[in-house]
């Protein structure tokens, strides 16, 4: 199985973002992960549409938008039309969850279901032949920079199981506290899209980085 690496903006030098940009793609980056974040649903706030229409106008690589929203069926259409290409919502955030998933695809986009920590696999079963991806987050969302919480590592083995035994194609992305040394602990669980922000972006060599991400 391929492991894609989704940069975390939110570990970059956010005053040099086309720079920052332009690097971490060079060091072999899949993707650009856009973390949207309210106020309200989580604590912080960090950035969102204005910023994703001037990110994609210079990003090569597909950006990967992780809405830390309330209610984020309603900004679908515009986070689609800013230049997200997957569109990642949190299962606790107040939406119809079938109807957010039809939505996101009914704007020509990638599907995305995230559970925080606390939110067992079970929640979000009935919607896993729906998604193309499912994010464990492996944190608390909200801040970057945390560490890993490795009782995460059960899920995403259990998720990967459904998906093996079920047939089902969607992608499995970890969120939070990853690193050279954790990245090897959900690959093995069966993860295959890795988020990094403070570990990559801090790195003095990007390039090993992403290489010791992918494994
Ligand atoms: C946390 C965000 C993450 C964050 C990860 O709420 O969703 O994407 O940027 O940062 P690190 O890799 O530093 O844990
Ligand atoms: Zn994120």
Redesign the pocket.
């Known amino acids: 199985m391929n492991t894609y690496v989704s940069a975390?903006i939110?570990?970059a030098d956010l005053a040099d973002l086309k720079n920052e940009i332009a690097r971490i793609e060079l060091a072999g980056a899949d993707m650009i992960?856009f973390?949207v974040?309210d106020g309200l649903f989580?604590e912080n706030i960090s950035f969102g549409l204005p910023v994703l229409e001037c990110v994609k106008k210079y990003a090569k690589v597909p950006m990967d938008v992780?809405l830390?929203i309330s209610e984020p069926i309603r900004y679908v259409e515009r986070f689609a039309a800013a230049g997200a290409d997957i569109i990642t919502f949190h299962a606790e955030a107040g939406s119809n969850i079938e109807e957010t998933i039809d939505k996101i695809h009914l704007a020509g986009k990638k599907a995305g279901i995230s559970i925080k920590p606390a939110t067992p696999a079970g929640e979000i079963l009935n919607f896993l032949d729906k998604v193309d991806m499912v994010l464990v987050?492996t944190?608390?969302?909200?801040?970057?920079?945390?560490g890993f919480i490795e009782g995460m590592l059960e899920k995403i083995s259990e998720l990967r199981f459904y998906a093996r035994t079920k047939g089902f194609k969607f992608d499995i992305q970890v969120?939070?506290?990853?690193n050279e040394k954790t990245a090897s602990l959900v690959r093995e669980a069966g993860a295959n899209n890795l988020?990094?922000?403070?570990?990559?972006f801090g790195a003095s060599d990007a390039v090993a980085a992403v290489a010791s991400l992918k494994g």
């Open positions: 975390s939110l570990g992960h973390d974040m989580v992780h830390m987050m944190v608390e969302p909200g801040f970057g920079g945390q969120d939070g506290g990853i988020v990094s922000g403070s570990y990559l």
